[in-house]
Each structure stands twice: as structure tokens, then as C-alpha cells.
């Protein structure tokens, strides 16, 4: 297939109609390259209006770099215990202290060293690069593919790591530096967002740049981008178990790498696993045993399948750590997989 090229005047075309669109954002108001990187981590499979309250929380309790790195990871987990995908967390505070130990705790500006950076790949080096500094850097998500694909009507499957390089290189060869290339960053994006929409049909009326629009010209925009069927996620049955005692409950911290690694959770188990067996090397009475909630939580490659089992036990089992309903929302991060069962800590402590 032929190389995919773009009009120059995409960039006046998006850049000015940016300019009249953008919406009030808190992280828009002062565009400073740590606030722009809190936030285009925060933004990472996270829609806007779920991150403003994060955001606003976050830049309020740790307003700069060395903040980060002083914040224990426990206090970080719950400043983010709802936007999921812990691992970001932990991430930014690795190159918190990078930043700190070889930039002199400020974020430098130049690509392949944020790029360096724990948690910044491609998009955010992208992003940071053009709105906080100013270079010529694209950044290029899923909302940008799908833009470029139809500006140029060009059929590459998406889901190849060359498509993405190829896009990268023909933005490059258009894009401004200094405030041009933040407006021109976020002028895609938003179009991306709010017009050259993913699901169904784009709203081509009122796009800046459809004179420009191959696809929109052949009458097909829908066509594009050409992406390969994904893999079926993976489905994994649990129990998970609500052992209480003496008006507090089991919980225990996750292993400190893979999925939600070093959060709390309920104690559980596969479903291939006989509950009153597991119930019993904590000493519980399988007879005592109450159906709880039943929830299912989606990731990125997996589905958590999940039945609740209620039982109260006679001792607290040493293996756990025992807490009340109030502590377990306040303090501990529990991720939000576990949201039916954290829903029953709110009913009791509202009990
Ligand atoms: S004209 Fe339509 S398809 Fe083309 S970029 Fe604009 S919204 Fe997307």
C-alpha cells in the first residue's frame, strides 16, 4: 500500500478550530509540564470527566514533583483507588524520583528523555513533549489513528506496530513547534473525541477539516480505520469470601507484581477450588456459609467472574488483616473489581 501523507493545512485547519472548542479543563488552565503529565496519565483509558475530581484531588496534595516522591505508596494507592490500572500510579512515582535524582526534579524537555521515564511511552512522550514544551512530537492514540486514517482514506490495519510508525512519520512531516504544536496535539484529540467519533457515524458537518477528508470525499468514512478482530478476553471464576469477625473483615494485600499488584482485596479463590475445603483451613464452618453478590469486572485481557461467599468466623485467622467496614473504604485501597463487595461495606457502615 502507498505511503500515507497529509494536507498541510490540517494544521491551521484543527489548530484554530481548537481554539474556539476547548473545553474548560482544570489541567488546560495551567498547561506546567507536571500538570500536563499527571494528567495524560490520569486520562490513559480514563474518560475526562472521570479524572477532573482525581486530578483536582491529586494536584492539591502533592502540587509538584518532590511531593510525588515523598507520598507513601499506600496514601498514593488511595489517591488513585478508583481510576484502576494501579501499575500508572506506581509509575509516576518511579520517575518522580528519576526526575528528581537525574533532571534536578524538573521534567525535561526533550522526547527520547521522557520517554525514558517509568510509565511514558509513545502518546504521553507525545503529549508532554507538544502541549508542555512545545516541540513537534505527535502523539498517537487509538482517537488519532482513527482521524489520520480517514483524513488520508488509507486502509493499513491499524493494530500493526508499522501503521502506528508510519502515522507518527506523517504527522511529523506537519507538525508546528511552540504554541502551535500544543494547540495542534489537542486539536486532534479533541476532534478525535467529539466529532471524528469512534463508535457509529462521525459527525462530518461539523468537522473543520472536511474539505481536507479523503474518506469523507469517497463517501466512506466508516471504512476507515481498518482494524484486525481483537483476541476474546480470557474469563476467570472466582469466590471471593466476606469472612467477618467480631464486626471487622478478612482482607489481605495482593502480590507485589502483575494485576493490581500491592492493593488490597477479599480473600478469594478460582472457582475450580471447593469453597468448604478452603473455608476450612481458616477455620470456618462450611454449614455456616451464606451466598454474598455476584459481580463481574472487566480488564483490558481478562474478566473476572465473582461469587460472594458470607461466613462468620469464631477467630480471626491469622493470615489476614482484620478490618471494619469503615476502614476498609478510608483506608485500604481496594480496587474497584471488588466494587459489589465494597458496596456491602457501605451498607453496613451506614448500618
Ligand atoms: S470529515 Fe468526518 S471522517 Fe473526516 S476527519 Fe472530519 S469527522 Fe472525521
Redesign the pocket.
Known sequence: MQNISLPREVVPGLSDWYRTVSRDLPWRRDPSPYGVWISEIMLQQTRIEAVIPYYNRFMAELPGVEDLTACNDDRLMKLWQGLGYYSRARNLKKAAVTIVKDYGGVLPADYDALRGLSGIGDYTAGAIGSIAFGLPTPAVDGNVMR?VT??AAWGEDITKPQTKRDITQALREIYPTGDGASLFTQGLME?GEA??IPNGT???AE?P??HL?L??GQGN?TDYPVKSPKKARRVEEKWVFLLSCRGKYAIRKRPESGLLAALWEFPNAPKEEIPAEILTKWGGDPNAMAKGPEGVHIFTHVEWHMTGLRVELSEQHPDFTWATPAEILDIYAVPTAFKVFLKEMEKERTE
Open positions: 482521524v480517514r483524513i476532534l466529532v471524528c462521525p459527525k462530518c468537522c477539516i472536511s477528508c474518506a469523507y468514512p
